[in-house]
Every structure is written in C-alpha cells, then in structure tokens.
C-alpha cells in the first residue's frame, strides 16, 4: 500500500498543532477531551472568540501563515482591547482537505505570533468544510481592571493608537478597486494580512483608560459602539485622524481612515488627568497615539474638520455581517 499523501484528522493534530507548552500554568494541554489550566490567584480571565471565514473575512488564496497569523492576531487583539495579558488559546479548524504545505504554512504563521506573546495552544477542533477558522482566546487581567465599552465620560479624551485606513487600502488595492504604487500596495496588503494586535498597548491602558475597542470594523463605527455602551456622545475631528503616508495620499484619506475596517489599532477613551500616564507607556513602547476627539453628552457622533466645521460623508456605519454593505 502507497504512503496516504494527506494525514488523517489525528495524525494532524500531533503533526501540525501539538507543541509543548513553555508555559506552566497549561496542567494538561493537546490530547484528551479537554485542557486543564491554572489561573493565577487574583486574577480573572477574559475570554473572546472569533471566526475567520473564506470569502468572507479573507479571500481563499491567501498566503495560509498570513491566515494563520491573523486568526490568533484578531483575538489577542479583542484580549488587548479589554487590557487582559493573553495566555491559552484554543483552534478550530474547518478544512476543504488536509491539504499538508498549507497546514504547514498556517501552522508557522500561527505559533510565530503564539510565541511572540507567550501564548499556548491547549486545544481545538478539525471538522472537514468549507474552510473557516475558529480562535478562542483567554487572558488575565486583575480584578476590576478590564476596560469596558461602558466606561466613556463626558470630557474624557478619545485616543487611537497607530494608523487607520491602511489595511482597507490594502484590500482595495487587492481588489482592483484602487491603484497604488506596488510596494505602497504591498505595505498596505500587509496590514491587511497581518496585523499587529496591540498587545502591551492593551496593558498600558488597564486601569487607566475609561473605555477601549478594537477597530476591527472602521473607526466611526466601533466608536459608535463604545458611545452606544457608554450612553454619551463624541465630537472627532476628521483632520487629526492618523494615517500612513500612503492613505494622506488618497483624494479621500478622511473616510478611509473613519471607515475601513481590519487595522486592529485600540481606540481608547481616557479622563484628561489620566492621559500622560498612558502616553508615556505608549512612548516607552514607541507607538505613536494620537487625540481625535471628546466624549459629550449629546448623544451620537459629530464630525468636524480642524477649522471646527462639520464634515460631511456617508461612509461611516461600519461593518454588519447581517445587512448590506457597500
Ligand atoms: P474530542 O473528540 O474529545 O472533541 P478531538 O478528537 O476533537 O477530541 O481532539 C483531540 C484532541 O486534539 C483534543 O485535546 C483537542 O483539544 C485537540 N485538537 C483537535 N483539533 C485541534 C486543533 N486544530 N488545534 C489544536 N488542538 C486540537
Ligand atoms: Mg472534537
């Protein structure tokens, strides 16, 4: 009998998935019906999960370590947004076929970011179908120091961390729908593909930051929701928003920057006498956060330009699995 070319759904597991955990707390890991873990006293876990569908979250054909890579990035990204220090994850995988070079590449792209951050893989699931990625996440944070969406106050400052817009550029471009010069459009690609989860950033803003979310669906949107959960307002102005050279080079940097999704930066709300405290760590970990606006009562959000007049656009309602976006 020939060697079978693909491994069996066991044979998979051991071969791409199952390491050795450096960590200690992971009691029992990859192997039996579930994992054993200990949390640390005087900590609380937070817990995400998020799933990356073909087609929907990706296209296909994209590199499989950029798909593995992206699939832990936007669920330390959500851990980041609670200001939870990420510990265990778990994987499932929903696969077409078994298909070994792109296990291999989205195994590597997985565990380099998973290493990175000291994060262990405990556990998952493999089914065969169309193929989708599941991640759920667990991270600690001390009693009473999650950062919530409810947490905004009138006369708070709000925050954002890095660029916006690039990664929607990225897609754009990937798409045929804009030109760019093609290593603008690589860099943009590569936002798109791997973003960089603000892990530490999320750590600075623990105790201090009022309220936090990750933009994962566009800036305006995601904001809304923090304003919604907060019960208050904002006013952002649409010049002071950040962006890469590359976007400042768009005819409508503006409503890229409020509306394109997947950057995974932290958008933040904080009192004005707690903000020094997180812009010295943002500047000890040498990422740039910048002011775009206020939190008001009058619910809603206001856009204005520098010269402090309403800005104008239709873009910015942010992503809705469940209903039509354009
Ligand atoms: P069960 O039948 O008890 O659900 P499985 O056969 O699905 O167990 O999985 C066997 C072991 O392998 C379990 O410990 C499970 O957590 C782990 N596992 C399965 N798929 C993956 C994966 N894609 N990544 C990591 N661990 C996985
Ligand atoms: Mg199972």
């Not at 759904?9 to 029992?28: K, M, P, Q």
């Not at 409810?150 to 925050?159: F, L, N, R």
């Not at 897609?171 to 093609?182: D, I, K, Y």
């Not at 970990?285 to 959000?301: N, Y």
Request: charged residues 20%.
């Amino acid at each position: 009998m020939q060697e079978p070319l693909v491994p069996g759904e066991f044979d998979l597991i051991d071969l791409y998935f199952r390491r050795r955990s450096a960590r200690g707390d992971v009691i029992l890991g990859i192997g039996d019906d579930a994992a054993v873990l200990t949390v640390p006293a005087a900590r609380q876990l937070a817990v995400t999960v998020d799933t990356l569908v073909a087609g929907v979250h990706f296209p296909a054909a994209t590199d499989p370590a950029a798909i593995g890579h992206k699939a832990l990035a936007v669920n330390l990204s959500d851990l980041a947004a609670m200001g939870a220090e990420p510990a265990w994850v778990a994987l499932s995988l929903t696969l077409p076929q078994p298909e070994p070079r792109w296990l291999e590449a989205f195994a590597e792209g997985f565990f380099a970011l998973a290493e990175q951050y000291g994060v262990s893989l405990v556990g998952g699931d493999t089914t065969r179908g169309p193929l989708s990625i599941t991640v759920q996440a667990s991270g600690f944070v001390p009693p009473g120091m999650d950062v919530r969406r409810s947490g905004a106050h009138v006369g708070d400052a709000i925050y954002v961390t890095g660029t916006l817009g690039d990664a929607g550029l990225g897609l754009a471009w990937q798409q045929g729908r804009r030109t760019l010069e093609a290593s603008d459009g690589a860099a943009m690609r590569a936002r798109l593909d791997c973003p960089t989860p603000r892990v530490e950033a999320g750590l600075v803003l623990r105790g201090r930051a009022s309220a936090a979310i990750d933009v994962s669906d566009g800036l305006a949107g995601d904001l809304r929701h923090v304003l919604r959960a907060s019960g208050v307002g904002a006013v952002l102005d649409v010049d002071a928003l950040p962006v890469s050279a590359v976007v400042a080079g768009q005819a409508d940097a503006r409503e890229l920057a409020l509306s394109a999704g997947d950057d995974y930066e932290l958008l933040f709300t904080v009192a004005p006498d707690r903000a020094g405290a997180i812009l010295a760590g943002m500047d000890e970990l040498a990422l740039r956060c910048t002011c775009i606006g206020r939190i008001v009562s009058e619910p809603g959000l206001q856009l204005t330009d520098a010269a402090g007049q309403p800005f104008v656009t239709p873009v910015t309602a942010g992503y809705d699995h469940f209903r039509e976006n354009d």
